[in-house]
């Protein structure tokens, strides 16, 4: 049973990067996508991007110019850093796990909440 | 990017109703739809995969339908734990999209 957990600063200051780690444990990382969501307080879920387990990476247009999602699979981890992030930033983000039907998400991370403010 | 609209946006039911609810994506996505659970607090739970397949460990009163454009997901007798947002998504391409959320409340 893979189990996934975030940790990160729960507090970010405006113009700076928001960086994420999300450990992976009781499985391979192998033949999946790992993603990065998030939701803003009282919102719906938006989709940041994923890493397949080969390194490769899709990110949502949205936010493309300021995601950058890297993964090693010697530690069974992967990150999300988001650079200039403002208050829209502010969100409850989660890691998941994912195939081709399931992605982003047959397994999730519990989410950790990130508030943007200085 | 494939847009998906859920209606209706709340519903309220008691426990044993049979509730269904539906999501509509601005384009074909033959079969690449999931339909979550989330709980406050909780992180969404994958309920439904491929519009119709039963993600392990749920519970058989969950059903899924449709292909296209168009989904429903069903719960044939609620229970008071299924009180929660449900939200379809879609699988076809990236971004990946999700939609705004059917929340079922207690009659």
């Known amino acids: 049973q893979v189990q996934l957990q975030e940790s990160g600063p729960g507090l970010v200051k405006p113009s700076g990067t928001l960086s994420l780690t999300c450990i992976v444990s009781?499985?391979?990382?192998?033949?999946?996508?790992w993603s990065w969501i998030r939701q803003s307080p009282g919102k719906g879920l938006e989709w940041i991007g994923h890493i397949f387990y080969t390194g490769s990476t899709t990110y949502n247009p949205s936010l493309k110019s300021r995601v950058t999602i890297s993964i090693d699979r010697s530690k069974k981890q992967f990150s999300l850093k988001l650079t200039y992030v403002t208050a829209a930033d502010t969100a409850v983000y989660y890691c998941?796990?994912?195939?081709?039907?399931?992605?982003?998400?047959?397994?999730w991370g519990q989410g950790t909440l990130v508030i943007v403010s200085s | 990017d494939i847009q998906m609209t859920q209606s209706p946006s709340s519903l309220a039911a008691s426990v044993g109703d049979a509730v269904s609810f539906t999501c509509r994506a601005s384009q074909g996505i033959d079969n690449y739809l999931n339909w979550y659970q989330q709980r406050p607090g909780e992180a969404p739970k994958l309920l439904i995969y491929a519009a119709s397949y039963l993600q392990s460990g749920v519970p058989s009163r969950f059903s899924g339908s449709g292909s296209g454009t168009d989904f429903t997901l069903t719960i044939s007798s609620l229970q008071p734990e299924d009180f929660a947002t449900y939200y379809c998504q879609q699988s076809l391409s990236t971004p990946l999209t999700f939609g705004g959320g059917t929340k079922v409340e207690i009659k």
């Open positions: 009781g499985g391979s990382m192998n033949s999946h996508y």
């Open positions: 998941a796990r994912g195939s081709r039907y399931t992605q982003p998400g047959d397994s």
